[in-house]
């Protein structure tokens, strides 16, 4: 039988753990891997992955992968993959078997459409999240920043337009300058973002630029990434503290301007660029709940070098890469994880709780620890088949730079000090390396940036030593291959 309602009120952080605690009804993060929701279900009884990527080579006790594949078109997206896990017979007895009422049970995504919405209905599935429709709209560059103008938010100098030609590009940005940034409006982090300062770099990007209806032009400002995660609910925003973010490090991706990573610390940014990147995000939140959206999101912000202002960057409308290091920092571990507030509001339970109460504790730097996470990818214009490579777990690194596997772990905290890391591996043994592929996701204590942001000897070490793990051979006729996918970890 269904589950009968939550008739009592949950009051406070206590009553909504201990809520999920006695969860009964089946919740599923369907994805490529489970990065993305790493742990929940160590919060959640009856949480479940479904997952088509075994990072965890089947010793996971609570991640499903299908053992047989099924005959499929070559994927092109991460909701392609998701779209083949929910028609995958192994999947949906996976589901039926452990469906306890009328309703199967609720699903998160990483990534999903329209498609996945029809597919996930007939299972008997609810996605909570806004709708594919809703998410398509509010992840759009060019839609983001119509959202910032009336949220209040500050955005980097920018204007709105279609891109005919160079002439008109210089045209339309006369008050920006001639040192400037492109954005198409949808695509990877590091794959539609142009640097334009003249005619020449015009036109190695120009089929991309002017095939779209409008972009968004900016100002180029000398800035850092930043990164913070936040969660719309029906009491307000709540609100993580500010990361820092890893951007185009050519030792970790290829994609100039490409995200490779995070790191949270105590003292990372000002107390005055933390206050107005929290109320930044406070004002978007309280902007996406008046266009309709509930749950969990992220915003970059750029941070001027040259004046120390903060602008907005871009919105993801979803969990996202940073979410891991995100959910599993102090403040989330003393409260609950941002990903339970998300879940809440699409639980049949009523519940009270002080927003403010809980944004004030986590901007306490008391309540953060130091954790850093490297996405490590094939940055060699190459396809290669892989013959051996690293297992999920926790590895340790020697003086001499060589690194060991140590025990198989599912859990990045099993890390005690700055000479251990956890690896999630994604790319394995009978797969293809390419430009651009995902290696796998590393995670330490400590920073793996300088004071000036550039990677410490420590954060290269680690990156050589898993590169190092992996044993492939070069494809000659690169038509052997399949289609290649861009980021599984967004």
């Known amino acids: 039988m269904k589950s009968p309602k939550n008739t009592s009120t949950l009051k406070g952080v206590h009553d909504i753990r201990r809520f999920f605690y006695k969860n009964d009804i089946p919740i599923y993060f369907i994805s490529a891997t489970n990065f993305n929701l790493l742990g929940a279900d160590e919060w959640i009884k009856d949480f479940r992955f479904i997952c088509h990527i075994e990072c965890f080579d089947g010793l996971h006790p609570n991640v499903f992968s299908p053992k047989v594949e099924i005959p499929h078109d070559e994927f092109q997206s991460i909701e392609d993959i998701n779209n083949y896990l929910l028609i995958h017979p192994e999947v949906q007895n996976f589901i039926k078997n452990r469906q306890t009422g009328e309703v199967a049970g609720k699903a998160l995504f990483l990534m999903f459409n329209e498609k996945t919405e029809e597919l996930a209905k007939k299972l008997g599935l609810e996605i909570i999240f806004p709708s594919a429709e809703m998410r398509n709209f509010m992840d759009n560059k060019v839609n983001t920043n119509r959202i910032a103008e009336k949220a209040g938010v500050k955005c980097v100098p920018y204007v709105l337009s279609q891109v005919k030609d160079y002439a008109h590009l210089t045209e339309v940005s006369a008050d ?126 750029l941070i001027d070098q040259d004046n120390g202002e903060i602008y907005l960057g871009e919105l993801n409308p979803r969990v996202t890469g940073a979410s891991s290091i995100t959910n599993h920092a102090v403040f989330a571990l003393a409260d609950a994880p941002l990903y339970l507030f998300h879940i809440l509001e699409w639980m049949d339970a009523d519940y009270e709780l002080s927003i403010n109460a809980i944004n004030e504790r986590w901007a306490r730097q008391e309540n953060l620890d130091s954790w850093s996470q490297l996405i490590v990818k094939h940055t060699r214009d190459s396809i290669e088949y892989v013959t051996q490579a690293p297992a999920s777990g926790i590895w340790k690194m020697f003086g001499n730079g060589h690194i060991q596997f140590e025990r198989m772990d599912t859990h990045r905290r099993a890390v005690e000090t700055e000479n251990e890391a956890f690896f999630l591996r994604i790319t394995n043994k009978g797969d293809y390396l390419y430009e651009g592929a995902d290696l796998g996701i590393l995670v330490s204590r400590g920073r793996m940036m300088t004071e000036d942001f550039q990677l410490t000897d420590r954060a290269k070490g680690w990156i050589d030593a898993i590169h190092k793990q992996y044993v492939s051979t070069p494809i000659k006729n690169q038509a052997e291959a399949p289609a290649l996918l861009g980021s599984l970890t967004k």
């Open 176 to 301: 920006l300058g001639t040192d400037l940034v492109i954005q198409t409006p949808y695509g990877d982090s590091g794959h539609t973002t142009f640097f334009i300062s003249n005619e020449e770099e015009f036109r190695k990007y120009e089929e991309e630029i002017v095939e779209e209806e409008e972009v968004k032009i900016m100002k180029r400002i000398n800035c850092r990434g930043s990164a913070i995660e936040a969660c719309v609910t029906r009491h307000g925003t709540i609100v993580a503290p500010l990361m820092t973010e890893l951007v185009g490090f050519k030792e970790l991706t290829p994609y100039k301007g490409g995200w490779c990573g995070n790191e949270i610390y105590p003292d990372a940014f000002t107390p005055s660029i933390r206050k107005k990147a929290r109320k930044y995000t406070q004002l978007f939140g309280d902007q996406l709940r008046k266009e309709g959206y509930k749950g969990y999101f992220e915003l970059d912000f």
